[in-house]
């Protein structure tokens, strides 16, 4: 069964330090997406992106940059320059048919 | 676009009770879940509408019910509630296979 690990479950920083979330994900599928979801206090998920299993490229958006290894099965969210506004809980999310999310990561950005 | 609506946005209901909760899907977007999130178990899928059939369906009693109408707008159900039913009850719209965008949620206690 696909299974989607979190294995951070809370991370302090300082504000302006970088930081990376991990995810690793269980599947046999070939075909399949991940995601990163985002839940700031106030609740509301907010995607972050999308990645098929067969484009393995690096994305980066911002202060945001993702790296996707399929060899490893993981694909790890870092945030650049971090900002007491990224504080929130974040979710990866791996879908195929379902979806499964990770347990979550709450990152506390201290200013 | 407006974004996914729900509601109500808070609810009390009693043990024993049934509750309906409703979700508007982003203009376009056929395809509706339905999760759970809870501190202890965290995001749980329970189900997910395409054109009005169930594609998809969690790990959930049958308590737990759900439909969608020919406009995508979704209801979940939940007959004989009982304690541990409560949380905050997440839906998301989607067009096909792709991210998912979440609504504020229901917030369902109950007592």
């Known amino acids: 069964a696909q299974k989607v690990t979190q294995a951070q479950t809370e991370i302090s920083v300082v504000e302006k330090e970088d930081v990376t979330l991990d995810c690793v994900y269980e599947?046999?599928?070939?075909?399949?997406?991940l995601f990163w979801y985002k839940q700031p206090p106030s609740g509301e998920l907010v995607f972050l992106i999308r990645r098929n299993s067969f484009d393995e490229q690096n994305e980066i958006s911002g202060r945001y940059s993702w790296n996707f290894q399929k060899s490893t099965s993981s694909f790890n969210f870092t945030i650049t320059a971090s900002q007491v506004v990224d504080s929130a809980v974040y979710f990866c999310v791996y879908n195929f048919n379902k979806f499964y999310f990770g347990s979550g990561t709450k990152l506390n950005v201290k200013p | 676009k407006a974004g996914v609506t729900q509601t109500p946005r808070y609810l009390i209901k009693t043990r024993g009770q049934q509750v309906t909760l409703s979700c508007s899907p982003i203009?376009?977007?056929?395809?509706v879940s339905w999760y759970q999130q809870t501190p202890g178990q965290g995001l749980q899928f329970l189900f997910e509408y395409f054109s009005e059939t169930q594609r998809n369906k969690g790990n959930f009693p049958g308590r737990f019910s759900g439909r969608q109408f020919s406009n995508s707008r979704s209801e979940m159900n939940v007959s004989t509630l009982e304690l541990g039913d409560s949380a905050l009850y997440l839906c998301?719209?989607?067009?096909?296979?792709?991210?998912?965008?979440f609504g504020p949620g229901t917030r369902l206690t109950v007592t």
């Open positions: 998301a719209s989607s067009f096909e296979t792709d991210e998912q965008y």
């Open positions: 599947t046999r599928d070939t075909t399949y997406y």
């Open positions: 203009s376009g977007h056929r395809s």
